[in-house]
């Protein structure tokens, strides 16, 4: 595995990760930055026999045994690495492949306000020609999805039920926060958590590092710290998908043929659904792109700007789908820090046609315009 150094081409890679997984502007911990470098090596050596110690951790990342402990349990929570025990070098942590099975009840737990059965039909038809057409591990994973989220619907009756007093404390921090805290906010000390909630410290912490697991929050020591929000809840099967997708060396190139598809439905999607809010928020994320400060931040906001279109199209296994795609691509295809100015200038043109269209309420043009976006990215990220 990589040690501390890196390069601007691996670091670019996970900046744009990160954007598609967690949404841009998500403030991570140190352990969550570490457990993004680690899973970036791991998606490219999956098939790996090394195996991952905390003492190994603390010594090559120069970390504190605490962040090593933190990294370790991160990187459980994302479901691509399980602990083993064993002498003789084989205990600590190993790569995981997951199975698709698993993937799929990871997202049953991660969709809300939404009917999977209808969300995976619609899906169906979008994609459809393209899923009959290209066999692979990419298709055959999204087959699987689409087939299981289809037959039928979760049973949301456990999911918010916690089994100890730190799981309830935690969700109730995230409730309450929720909707009403930027990332970095301050939530307070570990000793302020306890009175508010009326709990022990003991407690407290625990339910800390429950969100810590989860990288919902982050704890800062000394004078200056405390408990800080990290952002949105983390996708524990966009992680997994990933790890599936490098285990089965499902080829970038495959993977954008179907992102393609997947991409072009939600722009469809989202001109026929438009409502005055969604599409004010796609004009924002392509202001965003035209005041960019320079062509690589124009392409780092073109993130943004597709997943404001995919919040618009409403389907959230597709946007799921191209979120999960997106990724394993990049942590695998980039291969320049920057992106270049004739590039951004494409990838900004065709982008407005996209976003008039959907002010419009158009069609016309959207699938050519999202190939021209693809084709300026393609050679750089």
Same mark, same amino acid.
């Given at each position: 595995? +990589?040690?501390?150094?890196?390069?601007?081409?691996?670091?670019?890679?996970?900046?744009?990760?990160?954007?598609?997984?967690?949404?841009?502007?998500?403030?991570?911990?140190?352990?969550?930055?570490?457990?993004?470098?680690?899973? *970036?090596?791991?998606?490219?050596?999956?098939?790996?026999?090394?195996?991952?110690?905390?003492?190994?951790?603390?010594?090559?990342?120069?970390?504190? &045994?605490? %962040?090593?402990?933190?990294?370790?349990?991160?990187?459980?929570?994302?479901?691509?690495?399980?602990? &083993?025990? #064993?002498?003789?070098?084989?205990?600590?942590?190993?790569?995981?492949?997951?199975? +698709?099975?698993?993937?799929?009840?990871?997202?049953?737990?991660?969709?809300?306000?939404? @009917?999977?059965?209808?969300?995976?039909?619609?899906?169906?038809?979008?994609?459809?020609?393209?899923?009959?057409?290209?066999?692979?591990?990419?298709?055959?994973?999204?087959?699987?999805?689409?087939?299981?989220?289809?037959?039928?619907? &979760?049973?949301?009756?456990?999911?918010?039920?916690?089994?100890?007093?730190?799981?309830?404390?935690?969700?109730?921090?995230?409730?309450?926060? *929720?909707?009403?805290?930027?990332? #970095?906010?301050?939530?307070?000390?570990?000793?302020?958590?306890?009175?508010?909630?009326?709990?022990?410290?003991?407690?407290?912490?625990?339910?800390?590092?429950?969100?810590?697991?989860?990288?919902?929050?982050?704890?800062?020591?000394?004078?200056?710290?405390?408990?800080?929000?990290?952002?949105?809840?983390?996708?524990?099967?966009?992680?997994?998908?990933?790890?599936?997708?490098?285990?089965?060396?499902?080829?970038?190139?495959?993977?954008?043929?179907?992102?393609?598809?997947?991409?072009?439905?939600?722009?469809?999607?989202?001109?026929?659904?438009?409502?005055?809010?969604? %599409?004010?928020?796609?004009?924002?994320?392509?202001?965003?792109?035209?005041?960019?400060?320079?062509?690589?931040?124009?392409?780092?906001?073109?993130?943004?700007?597709?997943?404001?279109?995919? @919040?618009?199209?409403?389907?959230?296994?597709?946007?799921?789908?191209?979120?999960?795609?997106?990724?394993?691509?990049?942590?695998?295809?980039?291969?320049?820090?920057?992106? +270049?100015?004739?590039?951004?200038?494409?990838?900004?043109?065709?982008?407005?046609?996209?976003? @008039?269209?959907?002010?419009?309420?158009?069609?016309?043009?959207?699938?050519?315009?999202?190939?021209?976006?693809?084709?300026?990215?393609?050679?750089?990220?």
């Amino acid at each position: 595995m +990589p040690g501390k150094c890196d390069t601007p081409v691996l670091a670019r890679a996970r900046e744009l990760f990160g954007n598609v997984v967690r949404g841009k502007g998500h403030i991570c911990s140190t352990a969550a930055d570490l457990a993004d470098l680690i899973e *970036q090596h791991l998606s490219s050596t999956i098939t790996t026999t090394d195996n991952l110690t905390e003492t190994l951790i603390a010594s090559r990342y120069k970390v504190g &045994r605490r %962040v090593a402990r933190q990294v370790s349990r991160v990187m459980q929570h994302r479901g691509i690495m399980e602990p &083993r025990r #064993g002498g003789n070098g084989m205990g600590g942590l190993w790569a995981v492949v997951p199975d +698709p099975d698993a993937i799929v009840s990871a997202l049953h737990a991660e969709i809300d306000d939404c @009917d999977p059965t209808v969300a995976a039909k619609e899906a169906v038809v979008w994609l459809a020609p393209t899923l009959t057409l290209q066999i692979d591990a990419s298709t055959e994973l999204v087959r699987r999805l689409l087939g299981h989220m289809s037959a039928s619907s &979760r049973d949301t009756r456990l999911l918010h039920i916690r089994s100890t007093q730190a799981e309830w404390v935690a969700s109730c921090i995230v409730s309450d926060v *929720q909707g009403h805290s930027a990332p #970095g906010a301050y939530l307070g000390s570990l000793a302020a958590i306890a009175e508010r909630y009326g709990i022990s410290l003991e407690v407290a912490v625990e339910a800390v590092r429950i969100l810590e697991d989860h990288q919902q929050v982050f704890l800062k020591r000394g004078r200056q710290g405390g408990v800080f929000l990290a952002g949105p809840r983390q996708s524990k099967a966009l992680h997994m998908t990933n790890a599936f997708l490098a285990g089965h060396h499902a080829s970038p190139k495959r993977c954008r043929l179907l992102l393609d598809a997947v991409n072009y439905a939600m722009i469809e999607l989202a001109c026929q659904r438009r409502d005055d809010q969604g %599409v004010l928020r796609v004009q924002q994320s392509f202001k965003s792109m035209e005041q960019a400060r320079n062509p690589t931040a124009l392409g780092t906001a073109w993130y943004s700007f597709i997943r404001d279109i995919a @919040d618009l199209a409403g389907n959230p296994i597709l946007h799921f789908t191209a979120r999960a795609l997106a990724g394993s691509i990049l942590l695998r295809r980039v291969s320049s820090a920057e992106l +270049p100015d004739a590039a951004a200038r494409e990838l900004f043109d065709a982008s407005r046609l996209i976003m @008039d269209n959907i002010v419009s309420h158009s069609d016309s043009g959207n699938k050519e315009a999202h190939l021209r976006c693809q084709f300026a990215l393609e050679n750089y990220w």
